[in-house]
């Protein structure tokens, strides 16, 4: 069992999307398949795992800020960056998935919070 924070482990539950694109549980099975393959163990391990400046693995988690941070060098190495953050993702997946026909109910549920009412916060805030 993983945890999401420090603290006793939370279970949580995600359910497969029928667009494998934005499927976050197909995608997590591509993960776990790719540690696999490369002789990563993930039993007494973060899920998502920190490494020492791309060389190596090492025994710390993967923090927030270390995504926004190599979000935005990945994405000004592409001369693409105009401020997008993690989230901004979020919102740009949710406009994708409303694009796409899905109901408020199924993006709520595959952003995490189930609650639509957040789902129109997010799309409100963002100008959607």
Known sequence: MKTVHKGSPCEFVLVPFRDLDVCLVFWLDYYVCACIALGVSLSERYFFQASDHGKCVVE????????NNHLCVYLSEAKLCNGET??????????????LG????????????????TWLSI??????
């Open 123 to 128: 799309m409100r805030v963002s100008g959607g």
């Open 102 to 117: 899905c109901y408020p109910e199924e993006i709520a549920q595959y952003l995490g919070g189930g609650k639509v009412a």
């Open 60 to 67: 710390r988690r993967f923090l927030g800020s270390a995504v």
């Open 86 to 99: 993690p989230h901004s993702f979020r919102v740009g997946l949710s406009n994708t998935l409303s694009i």
